[in-house]
């Protein structure tokens, strides 16, 4: 049997779900093919969405017309704004979700998308078209009446799957997560899969080095699964969630289902004696692991053995859903043998009886070469191949999603025959994640984090919509409705600030909030923006006193609240604002000068060894994409540029 499709997505996780329906709502024909319909946007490791950095990119998800955000929406049971005591740049919304209920949300978007068809099965082999072709594509960094060629000897034509079916499209979006090879680890025991009782997925990896795109391994783990009922919550401490405006979507519900808390508690010596006893059973100390995992996210073991001297580490119990008693221990990531695990956490006063449903275990997988791809996530090597996620060496549900919503895009954009979408370092932190993929490889599962942006003030949570929505328009993916909502939210904000801008108050007005505050009384008239620009000072202490800020700021017709944080964060921060988009625009200039295909990097001897090495490897597009090499001095730079000018 021979299907035909414009995209093929192979693999139903984080990236495989945002890819299916932005390439289908595009306008491209579309199949998502799943080896589980059951699963599909399984959380395979803690039940939440979000944290440090990984919530902006899911707020930029949102305001690019993807779905991350609006499904965790729907199916949060608690819900925090990280950061709160640090500036705004780097407050980062995270939900904790009710697993299945998010799986079966994400299932309902998916069934109800047009354009798109699901195909349960498991993907064996690429078909590629071998014979040389060659394309002329429009790109987004064009001039008007420029032509950009891209030449391949191989092209994808699209899959077969273990069962005999034969998909083909004109481009194929590899998202298989860590499936592909998947071993699985608990102890000395090794057990093949993708997923706790899950089949791996053998045969695809080979088909596609076949074609000269270079793989390796990495290593992931998840913690224990514990039973509620077991558990002495007296001797934890509660964390609360938050019940204030926030979310991830500005056109999404609002706490839908029964917020819950979670719990903490800490290890102890006697747990840490107990897991080190076990420790020449430990995969990672017995040689049986040999890939590298998650700096970031390091196994209990992996702690014990970094950190010696410490007596303790933080553990927090998170709730798997509203009607399920199983919940996750975050902090316990393992794959120790599992009387180890369940010994070690009978020694926690809170877990002395305590049951599980599963150890937690250690899984190693094939992952692909980043820097052999495009911006668009597009392979240099074979044309219409798009690979996201797991498979480019990240780690989280968030940048997977962010790179699927990318790829899904160029997908179904190079079927059209139309520009490319890429995202720029000072667009986006998806911008950031897939420029450091390309340009840096990975040599360890990467995360992101608010310290890998350079423009942080300009990415924060609260402004997405502001610089995305307009191209997710553009692109067709923004509905109208979302659309509409933007632009009355900016319209609002905008409205806040010039009022700020224009209205001052006197001394009388305000001098006892002020010298209540620490900060200097008026001695005359002041605008309200200069007021708001002290630290002391915000809209929430001073509405009491200014009856006309209380109108301005509630003057607003949905989400009041949400639109005068966006007023007052743009009030207090301008300057630094200001300041930083002069910076982008700076670099944005090198970002303009184009090398690729300027060079033969071998032959000019006044480059380092190293800096032709990585050059000749990568290729980058532009002297902004060869500066962020690693190994690539500013007198490399230099150097290009003298040439350029020659």
Known sequence: MILHYDVIVVGGGHAGCEAAAAAARIGAKTCLVTMDMNKIAQMSCNPAVGGIAKGQIVREIDALGGQMGLVTDATAIQFRMLNRSKGPAVWSPRAQCDREKFIWKWRSVLDNTDNLDIWQDQVVELIVDEQEATTVLPHSDMQPGDARTTSHERHVAGVRTIWGAELRAKSVVITAGTFLNGLMHIGRKQVPGGRIAEPAALFLTESITRHGIRTD????????????????????????????????????????????????????????????????????????????????????????????????????????????????????????????????????????????????????????????????????????????????????????????????????????????????????????????????????????????????????????????????????????????????????????????????????????????????????????????????????????????????????????????????????????????????????????IKIKGKFNYKEINDLSTECRQKLERIQPDTLAQASRIPGVSPSDINVLLVLLRK
Not at 220 to 240: A, H, K, N, W, Y
Not at 256 to 261: A, C, G, K, M
Not at 276 to 305: A, F, H, M, W
Request: glycine share 6%; proline share 6%; hydrophobic share 35%.
């Open 217 to 592: 391994r990495m290593k992931t783990g998840t913690p224990v699964r514990i039973d509620r009922r077991s558990v002495d919550f007296s001797l934890m401490e509660e964390q609360p969630g938050e019940n204030d405006y926030h979310q991830f979507s500005f056109c999404g519900p609002h706490r839908v289902l029964p917020q819950l808390p979670c719990w903490t508690c800490n290890t102890n010596a006697e747990v840490h004696k107990m897991l080190l006893s076990g420790l020449d059973d430990s995969p990672l100390y017995n040689g049986q692991i040999k890939s590298i995992g998650p700096r970031y996210c390091p196994s209990i073991e992996t702690k014990l053995v970094t950190f010696p001297d410490r007596n303790q580490h933080p553990l927090f119990l998170e709730p798997e859903g509203t009607d399920t008693n199983e919940m996750y221990l975050n902090g316990f990531s393992s794959s120790m043998p599992m009387e180890v695990q369940i010994e070690a956490l009978k020694l926690i006063p809170a877990l002395r009886n305590v049951r599980v449903y599963r150890p937690g275990y250690a899984i190693e997988y094939d992952f692909f070469d980043p820097t052999q791809l495009l911006h668009t996530l597009e392979s240099k090597l074979v044309g219409g191949l798009f690979l996201a996620g797991q498979v480019n060496g990240t780690t989280g549900y968030e940048e997977a999603a962010g790179q699927g919503l990318v790829a899904g895009i160029n997908a179904a954009l190079l079927c059209a025959g139309k520009s490319t979408f890429t995202l720029q370092r000072d667009e986006a932190y998806i911008g950031v994640l897939i420029d450091d993929l390309v340009t840096k490889g990975v040599d360890e599962p990467y995360r992101m984090f608010t310290s890998r942006a350079e423009y942080r003030i300009l990415l924060r949570q609260d402004d997405a919509d502001t610089r995305l929505t307009q191209r997710s328009y553009d692109l067709g993916l923004a509905t109208r409705e979302r659309y509409d909502w933007w632009q009355e939210k900016q319209q609002n904000i905008d409205r806040i600030i010039d009022f700020c801008k224009k209205t001052a108050v006197k001394p009388a007005q305000v001098n006892s909030l002020l010298e209540a505050a620490g900060t200097a009384p008026l001695h005359g008239s002041t605008r309200i923006a200069d007021l708001v620009a002290r630290p002391q000072v915000n809209f929430q202490n001073l509405k009491p006193l200014l009856p006309q800020l209380c109108a301005a700021l509630d003057d607003s017709p949905n989400r009041n609240e949400e639109i005068a944080e966006g007023a007052e964060i743009n009030l207090k921060y301008e300057g630094y604002i200001s300041r930083e988009r002069v910076f982008a625009e700076k670099m944005r200039r090198l970002e303009n």
